[in-house]
């Protein structure tokens, strides 16, 4: 059982490239979620999914783009990116019977 | 407008000492309160949780303590040991909806020195 896998792990990109952060978990989970760890500012929230087909926005959405089109699969997509996308990405999947937030291992980006 | 608060940001303890580390929140509906344990290079990974019924959860070295009156909860580590060295987030999430995805604090660094 794999639970929740993010590739890749690291990835360094120029500012304007985009980029596909890619998220998958085998738990049949209903909500999954992206965030962003950054120094003393904890996790937040960029989006998340209730459902297949069904997207919200979090706290910081802005630069980010997410679609989920199957339970597994929940992409975040960076359009155009700056210096300050440089954090560490978090992808988590979530049962609302359990109310368990299950994460990744986490993707570390750097934006040169 | 930060909906969960955590203090302090960084703990350093001695070994066999007791870490604390106190969240309050600000939304009475939530009525889920995890803490999640995060060692450098993985995700975080649920610890311990409670819900509002209750004013106080143990489980082995780390109990959860939790005042419904006053909208805090707080994380407790008896005995502490090197290897708790990590950071702790306090989340809070109710449910319904979107709302099922946890607020977390902005964390906080814990080292036990041997």
């Known amino acids: 059982n794999a639970g929740v896998t993010q590739t890749p792990k690291f990835q360094v990109l120029k500012t304007g490239q985009s980029m596909t952060l890619q998220c998958a978990q085998d738990?049949?989970?209903?909500?999954m979620s992206w965030y962003r760890q950054d120094p003393g500012m904890g996790l937040r929230l960029i989006h998340y999914?209730?459902?297949?087909?069904?997207?919200d926005q979090g706290e910081v959405p802005n630069g980010y783009n997410v679609s989920r089109s199957t339970t597994e699969d929940f992409p975040l997509r960076l359009l155009s990116a700056a210096p300050s996308q440089t954090s560490v990405y978090f992808c988590?999947?979530?049962?609302?019977?359990?109310?368990?937030?299950?994460f990744g291992q986490g993707t570390r980006l750097t934006v040169v | 407008q930060q909906q969960v608060k955590q203090s302090p940001q960084s703990l350093i303890v001695q070994k066999g000492g007791i870490s604390i580390i106190n969240c309050a929140y600000e939304?009475?509906?939530?009525?889920?309160f995890p803490w999640y344990q995060q060692f450098p290079g993985k995700g975080p990974a649920l610890l311990i949780a409670?819900?509002?019924?209750?004013s106080e959860k143990k489980e082995g070295r780390f109990t959860i303590s939790f005042n419904k009156s006053a909208k805090q909860f707080s994380l407790h580590i008896m005995d502490s040991q090197p290897g708790d060295s990590a950071t702790y987030f306090c989340?809070?999430?109710?449910?319904?909806?979107?709302?099922?995805?946890?607020?977390f604090g902005r964390g906080t660094s814990l080292i036990v020195h041997p």
């Open positions: 999914s209730v459902g297949a087909g069904i997207t």
């Open positions: 989340a809070a999430s109710r449910g319904g909806g979107g709302s099922y995805i946890p607020t």
């Open positions: 738990m049949n989970h209903e909500y």
């Open positions: 409670i819900r509002p019924d209750v």
């Open positions: 988590a999947s979530l049962t609302t019977s359990a109310r368990v937030a299950f």
């Open positions: 939304n009475t509906a939530f009525d889920y």
